[in-house]
């Protein structure tokens, strides 16, 4: 009999194999943890309810920002607009590793759909983000580079949290992250087929088209192109800080990304999909799908024996009253990078 008589209906099409744990991650986890999380790969996530959510909140709150009227409403609108952009990314994100439909092709379709929405190619960012798993603390990572275009040491030596929220987020929320948004938007990545280029300039004249058509062509730029340009590259900012700013050079797997936890409003504004929250246990096992990795963290805290090196903090501005003695997420960064700093000084 055929090997294509031998592969079970069910099984075609499927995009998880395994934990995609690399190599040091294998070994710095064990096999037996490495079983239990892999049980957590099944069947994934249909991620178009998650998808239809995001949007239905985006609509609704433009509803109640026109209905508002006034400065207030559509500021405020816009704001929270920008988050749930972000949520969607993040949606995306699940795209590019093939876990939030069944199949690889509607992986790739509705990543195309909402890199596209959001102003930049599936290929481009599929792309960087393998780059950036694969290399992770290299001058190759997009990450990493993006840290050194952020400047992570504006603030000076020991900076206190105002100075650091100042200088570091939102100085670059100012002009540098709006800057490379446009540009993104616009611009035909090298490693982009001028097709899918093409499709993605389409959908945005199609758009903008119904829009003006529609009379709602400010509408449009207020609620969504503003967000896109001003608040989601904000957000994205402060949650890539988070997961591994004065962490990223180091070489042990363990210790590379930082997670986080959080009173709700603040899960919700940063934490949206759990990817930000939980980026530990994404990074050692990229196919989790995001609804279980609450559960790999458990399980990780269980069984591994180095939990307690594991980078994991309380609150992200703030430390949580819950737990004073548990750092937040800025105090984390600021005293790994003055670490690392002190040394490079001393070598």
């Not at 709006?178 to 035909?188: E, G, H, Q, S």
Request: aromatic letters at 8%.
């Amino acid at each position: 009999m055929s090997t294509a008589s031998n592969t079970s209906p069910a099984l075609r099409g499927r995009v998880r194999k395994g934990t995609g744990a690399s190599g040091p991650v294998r070994k710095a986890l064990g096999p037996d943890l490495l079983g239990e999380l892999e049980k957590l790969c099944g069947k994934p996530t249909v991620g178009l309810f998650d998808v239809c959510a995001d949007v239905a909140a985006i609509v609704i709150v433009a509803a109640i920002g026109s209905v508002v009227g006034h400065f207030a409403g559509p500021l405020l609108a816009a704001l929270y607009i920008g988050v749930r952009q972000r949520h969607l990314s993040n949606l995306a994100h699940e795209c590019v590793h093939g876990k939030l439909l069944r199949t690889r092709g509607g992986n790739r379709l509705l990543g195309h759909l909402l890199t596209g929405l959001l102003g930049e190619g599936f290929v481009p960012y599929r792309s960087s983000h393998s780059i950036h798993h694969a290399k992770l603390g290299s001058a190759d990572d997009p990450m990493f580079q993006s840290y050194r275009s952020g400047n992570l040491f504006a603030a000076g030596p020991a900076p206190s949290r105002r100075s650091f929220v100042l200088h570091v987020i939102v100085r670059n929320a100012l002009w540098r992250l709006p800057r490379n948004a446009v540009i993104t938007l616009v611009r035909k990545e090298a490693d982009e087929r001028w097709t899918s280029y093409s499709v993605r300039a389409g959908l945005w004249m199609t758009v903008a088209g119904v829009c003006w058509t529609a009379d709602v062509l400010g509408s449009f730029a207020t609620y969504w192109l503003l967000p896109l340009v001003v608040v989601r590259p904000a957000v994205t900012w402060i949650t890539d800080l988070g997961n591994h700013a004065g962490l990223i050079e180091n070489s042990d797997p363990l210790v590379q990304t930082r997670g986080w936890s959080s009173h709700w409003l603040t899960r919700h504004l940063l934490g949206g999909h759990l990817d930000d929250m939980y980026h530990p246990v994404h990074h050692w096992c990229p196919q989790v799908p995001w609804r279980r990795l609450p559960e790999a963290r458990e399980l990780a805290e269980q069984h591994l024996d180095r939990w307690t090196d594991v980078p994991w903090c309380s609150g992200y501005f703030f430390r949580r009253r819950a737990t004073p003695g548990q750092p937040c997420v800025i105090e984390d960064i600021i005293s790994r990078l003055d670490a690392r700093t002190a040394d490079t000084a001393a070598a």
